[in-house]
T-cell receptor, first 113, second 108 residues
Framework: DAGVIQSPRHEVTEMGQEVTLRCKPI?????LFWYRQTMMRGLELLIY????????DSGMPEDRFSAKMPNASFSTLKIQPSEPRDSAVYFC???????????FGNGTRLTVT | DAKTTQPPSMDCAEGRAANLPCNHS???????VYWYRQIHSQGPQYIIH???NNETNEMASLIITEDRKSSTLILPHATLRDTAVYYC?????????FGTGTRLTIIP
């Protein structure tokens, strides 16, 4: 079991650029979650999917943020255009079913200059 | 969303039991309590969860009060590698959200 795999591990980009973060959940897991962590706001839930369907995206901060899950083994979080205040660590997590324990990836550290 | 209260920080001597409290008075009757920890710069790691009964696994024990409004995570023999931020949470309003947690420091 390789765990939840996120890429890239680090991303540095300039303001205004498009950023795409990627996540491969654990095989057989049906739920996927995107979180963002900053010193100021802690761990924030952005969006979650169940069986590839977005269930709640109320945590997505702005229309600049979008997430997709085209199949059970892949999800993306896109920021377009990026801004310096988007700098954070973005975590993806998956769970076998919705209420079971979450398994987190090691995150993507995003820096927007 | 889940509303939990935890002390911001705690110290524990290496080899001793670390007892981390959490208040979750808004938890619903069918919601599990989950505990996670986050070691610096890593993703949160699942530790244990429970509904009503006390639970134990290879990492920790979980004691839940009879009214389910609070719980205590017990690390029976803390090691330096247990230094981390510990979060308790539950699926409030169908969302697993995290508070600020307890920063546990294990003292050699």
């Amino acid at each position: 079991d390789a765990g939840v795999i996120q890429s890239p591990r680090h991303e540095v980009t300039e303001m205004g650029q498009e950023v795409t973060l990627r996540c491969k959940p654990i095989s057989g897991h049906n739920s996927l979650f995107w979180y963002r962590q900053t010193m100021m706001r802690g761990l924030e839930l952005l969006i979650y999917f169940n069986n590839n369907v977005p269930i709640d995206d109320s945590g997505m901060p702005e229309d600049r943020f979008s997430a997709k899950m085209p199949n059970a083994s892949f999800s993306t979080l896109k920021i377009q255009p990026s801004e310096p205040r988007d700098s954070a660590v973005y975590f993806c997590a998956s769970s076998r079913v919705f209420y079971s324990p979450l398994h987190f990836g090691n995150g993507t550290r995003l820096t927007v200059t | 969303d889940a509303k939990t209260t935890q002390p911001p920080s705690m110290d524990c001597a290496e080899g001793r039991a670390a007892n981390l409290p959490c208040n979750h008075s808004t938890i619903s009757g069918n919601e599990y309590v989950y505990w996670y920890r986050q070691i610096h710069s890593q993703g949160p790691q699942y530790i244990i969860h429970g509904l009503k009964n006390n639970e134990t696994n290879e990492m920790a024990s979980l004691i839940i009060t009879e009214d389910r409004k609070s719980s205590t995570l017990i690390l029976p023999h803390a090691t330096l590698r247990d230094t981390a931020v510990y979060y308790c949470t539950h699926f409030g309003n169908e969302k697993l959200t995290f508070g600020t947690g307890t920063r546990l420091t294990i003292i050699p």
